[in-house]
């Protein structure tokens, strides 16, 4: 039950960045026209690098603290 209850919590922590960063289209740009910006437009990739960044470094830091925390014992 605490593996499903895990998983569940990250699958929501993983929708819910991926929806805080969507961003709204130009009110500017008309849609009916062909031409306009590359495929992928103006997709912000810094802010997913840092945003992986940080959970790889808390999963590293969780994960030396338990291996030092079982050694102790």
């Given amino acids: 039950m605490k593996k499903a209850i895990k998983i569940l919590s990250l699958l929501a922590f993983i ?6 960063f969507a961003q709204p289209p130009n009110p500017d740009e008309d849609p009916n026209t062909g031409g306009g910006d590359e495929l992928g437009g ?32």
């Avoid at 929708?15 to 805080?20: E, K, M, P, Q, V």
């Avoid at 959970?55 to 030092?68: E, Q, S």
């Fill in 15 to 20: 929708l819910i960045a991926t929806i805080s």
């Fill in 42 to 73: 103006n997709a912000p990739i810094g802010s997913g690098i840092v945003t992986l960044l940080v959970m790889g470094g808390a999963y590293a830091m969780g994960r030396t603290y338990r291996l030092n925390h079982n050694r102790k014992k």
